[in-house]
């Protein structure tokens, strides 16, 4: 059975097709249809699906991807040898269990982590060279470690830091959100006075 085309677009390069639709499944949920023809494996096609709910954290990702990307061309054109492989570095992996973020969570809670290493959770991965925690200390400088200033920031002031991309900024913008409303609902009058800058007697 045909699945209703809503929207579609392709474009061709070295014998490659690449087809991109909008397509409607019969229990009317909208998804992503990608394929691609290659003309020089006799038509061979493949592809995949990206249904509605995974479109948002899909094109995320990919912005994420290509951000990174970005930094990691220019990081290479710097060392003027485009395949000189990147130097290795001693990330989070390499530290002792008890000491990374994720395990350390799950064997001593939440209350044993530093501003930075919840952050860091947040962030996901960093750079080479770069930890996650390391990228949390810089947001946190550029909020002047006030979580309240961080609370404050917007997508484009976190991406002004390298290995911040657009995934890992809305990630913190919403962790940040749903910290305020929190406190909004909790202590109300405090909360007020807290974001005036006054303080009650």
């Known amino acids: 059975m045909n699945k209703e085309i809503l929207a579609t677009e392709h474009f061709s390069n070295s014998g490659r097709h690449i087809y991109v639709d909008c397509r409607l499944a019969a229990n009317k949920r909208h998804y992503l249809n990608l394929a691609c023809v290659d003309e020089q494996k006799e ?5 995949m699906r990206i249904f509605q709910n995974e479109l948002p954290p899909f094109i995320q990702a990919v912005s994420s991807v290509l951000h990174h990307a970005a930094y990691r061309l220019q ?8 395949f000189q492989p990147p130097k290795e570095v001693q990330g989070i ?29 947040l962030i996901c991965a960093g750079l080479p060279g770069v930890t996650a925690v390391d990228l949390a200390e810089q947001v946190l400088k550029k909020a002047g470690n006030d979580l309240k ?46 974001i005036n800058g006054t303080h009650g007697s």
């Open 43 to 47: 038509g061979e096609r493949s592809g």
């Open 75 to 82: 990081d290479i054109a710097q060392q003027g040898n485009l």
């Open 93 to 121: 992996k390499s530290w002792q269990p008890e000491c990374r973020p994720r395990e350390k969570l799950m064997l001593e809670g939440r209350e044993t982590m530093s501003d930075a290493e919840l952050l860091a959770m």
């Open 149 to 194: 200033q961080l609370a404050a920031l917007k997508v484009e002031d976190l991406m002004k830091i390298r290995g911040i991309g657009h995934a890992s900024a809305l990630s913190i913008i919403s962790a940040m959100e749903l910290a305020v409303r929190l406190a909004a609902r909790e202590q109300p009058i405090h909360f007020l006075k807290l």
